[in-house]
């Protein structure tokens, strides 16, 4: 099983609410990761979480915090987003950091945000 | 700098027509290329890996092949469900993904 689930799958704020992206896996990957994909360009790094702890932050802006809460879940509390924030956020796992073989990420369907 | 750009950005094939997608990459120590497929606002799915020039792999009418520059994503026979957007990526340090613009791929019946 590959399966990574996130939810919700579409989400509308204002730009004075706080909501949350959720993110779940099961595979026992303990390496997992958060991306923003605009229209019609790949997606891009916003965090890497590994075996629990923050390693990777691509100088993302604050009103975007990332928490692990487990190995099999990854969150991203979302605070006074602005328009230009509105996107699709997936989230992806790998099996880990380690320099062997097996690196691949697998990711969700994604969360579609609107930020009104 | 890590760098990766792909070609075609758009193709159109009818059925039964096979092509290339072509993805070239500078990369200092190739740890993994990767190619993946995304359907429109869907997450995208896993493809193959490829550690090494020469190496080639299989998935039903999808054939990955390596050299020390580039990746060819053949497409055998293609049908409508083929189409998609194909992106290649290379991991750069650790854990970082770095991807390509993308190939989309239309498969006119």
């Known amino acids: 099983d590959t399966e990574v689930t996130q939810t919700p799958k579409h989400l509308v704020m204002g730009m004075t609410n706080k909501k949350s992206l959720k993110c779940e896996q099961h595979?026992?990957?303990?390496?997992m990761y958060w991306y923003k994909q605009k229209a019609k360009k790949p997606p891009e790094l916003m965090f890497v979480y590994s075996y629990e702890k923050l390693s990777i932050n691509e100088s993302v802006p604050s009103r975007f915090s990332p928490e692990c809460p487990n190995s099999s879940l990854l969150n991203l509390h979302l605070h006074a987003l602005q328009p230009e924030d509105s996107a699709l956020y997936l989230c992806?796992?790998?099996?880990?950091?380690?320099?062997?073989?097996?690196?691949?990420?697998?990711f969700g369907p994604g969360t579609r945000l609107t930020v009104t | 700098e890590d760098q990766v750009t792909q070609s075609p950005e758009a193709l159109r094939l009818q059925e039964g027509e096979s092509s290339s997608l072509n993805c070239s990459y500078t990369?200092?120590?190739?740890?993994?290329l990767f190619w993946y497929r995304q359907d429109p606002g869907k997450g995208p799915e896993f493809l193959f890996t490829l550690y090494s020039a020469g190496e080639e792999k299989e998935k039903e009418r999808l054939k990955a092949t390596l050299t020390k520059k580039e990746s060819f994503l053949h497409i055998t026979a293609p049908k409508p469900e083929d189409s998609a957007t194909y992106l290649c990526a290379v991991i750069q340090g650790a854990q970082k993904l770095v991807f390509g613009q993308g190939t989309r791929l239309t498969i006119n019946p």
């Open positions: 992806a796992s790998s099996l880990g950091p380690s320099g062997g073989s097996s690196v691949e990420q697998y």
């Open positions: 990369v200092s120590g190739l740890r993994g």
């Open positions: 595979m026992g990957h303990r390496a």
